[in-house]
């Protein structure tokens, strides 16, 4: 298997003093920004993505938000080239750059700029981002999909065609040949998140583009998704394989499960509790309404596993550590039971590479130093070693 470590670099500083009526105010103004918390953050995350480069990592990724503490990367291809400055071997995936709300010329020629500083490094991942980044760009939500499909396909010209020209409902360009090109050819490798949304699914199966499915899916609903993914490749002529499953999932290495729960459990609860909904619209109805997703999103979900699914979607406010314990997402333990839990988790799902993460919630930069060291040392050989060689489709 291939492991990939996956950051979201949130704000460093604890901020539940902050909550009005539970909830973290939005916007949150300038004041309760500390610049030097930021600037020694990324330091630290640098120092750390340089360390899981000498530790044999496969990959690294990370991803795209605004306007919150929730992940300080507004720009992920301009934290991904400081880490190609500091890394030596693992890729770099972009998890991703938000097409509908940024001009895809510019992306192409950043994401070609990319692919020649890491020496063709770069995995490109694009998402449709979720509805705070609309807000505050003032993007028609339900525009989101279009913009997508017609970013997608300006790219895939800038990086293909010796010169291209295009019209199309947002973006028009004459005559652009961009300079420079991605070493990797005919085009960076793209993989794509998918949360629940079942046209995700279908582009995906359409461009043979790997997907991770369900950021917060109960395990039986990852199982609906891939089985809806293989599907739709199968319907465009491919076959699913296990490099065309990323399976996330979160890390904590300690003496014990008990252990694990008692000194991780806090910094994933604070995530959940304060961070993760900040600003958002995370309500599902609200989200129809706006455009942002159909009802047909959900139609693959087998009629059995919607209710806990829909559950779990709107119930992280409420989370527990004992809802943390039952999660098949938190892979915490000793080095044998992250090892095992996270091999019990690729068979069952056929998933060839593994994207975890290793600091959800802020934890001080020594714990994850720690966890990294351990998981480098004590868990990560035998994954690498691991083979995974079918996709269960049920």
């Known amino acids: 298997m291939q492991v990939f470590g996956f950051d979201l670099l949130p704000y460093p500083e604890h901020l539940d ?41 496969d990959g690294l990724g990370f991803n795209e938000h605004h306007t919150s503490p929730y992940g300080m990367m507004p720009s992920p291809n301009l934290i991904a080239a400081a880490a190609s400055q500091r890394t030596d071997r693992m890729k770099l995936l972009i998890y991703g750059n938000c097409l509908p709300i940024h001009e895809p010329l510019r992306l192409a020629e950043e994401l070609a700029m990319l692919d020649c500083l890491t020496d063709g490094r770069l995995i490109s991942g694009f998402v449709r981002g979720i509805p705070r980044e609309y807000v505050a760009y003032g993007v028609d939500q339900g525009e989101s999909r279009a913009r997508f499909q017609e970013a997608w396909e300006i790219i895939k010209l800038a990086w293909s065609e010796e010169v291209f020209s295009y019209k199309g409902d947002f973006w028009s360009y ?43 899916a109960t395990l039986a609903v990852r199982q609906d998704m891939i089985r809806f993914y293989a599907e739709c490749l199968a319907k465009n002529g491919h076959t699913i394989t296990p490099d065309h499953v990323v399976l996330g999932a979160s890390v904590y290495v300690a003496d014990s499960r008990q252990q694990a729960m008692e000194e991780a459990g806090p910094y994933m609860l604070y995530f959940f509790h304060t961070l993760f909904s900040h600003g958002n619209v995370s309500n599902v109805a609200n989200q129809q309404r706006s455009g942002y997703r159909s009802e047909s999103d959900y139609d693959y979900i087998r009629p059995e596993n919607r209710e806990a699914f829909m559950g779990a979607l709107q119930g992280f406010r409420s989370m527990t550590l004992e809802d943390l314990e039952r999660n098949e997402r938190v892979c915490w333990g000793s080095p044998e ?53 079918t996709v269960p489709i049920s």
Request: a negative charge; hydrophobic letters at 40%; glycine letters at 6%.
């Open 174 to 216: 004459d005559d652009v040949a961009i300079w420079p090109r991605p070493v990797q050819q005919p085009r960076p490798p793209v993989w794509v998140p998918v949360t629940v949304s079942k046209e995700t699914i279908e582009w995906a199966g359409r461009e043979n583009i790997p997907i991770t499915p369900g950021a917060n």
């Open 337 to 389: 039971e992250v090892r095992d839990s996270l091999i019990a988790l690729a068979d069952t799902l056929g998933g060839g590479t593994l994207m975890l993460n290793f600091n959800q919630g802020a934890m001080p930069h020594d714990m994850f130093v720690r966890n990294l060291q351990r998981f480098g040392e004590e868990v990560l050989p035998a994954l690498q070693a691991h083979q995974v060689t």
């Open 17 to 57: 003093h902050l909550k009005v009526d539970g909830e973290l105010p939005y916007p949150l103004p300038k004041r309760h920004f500390r610049p030097e918390s930021a600037v020694s953050n990324y330091k630290e995350h640098l120092d750390a993505w340089a360390l899981m480069d000498k530790l044999g990592f």
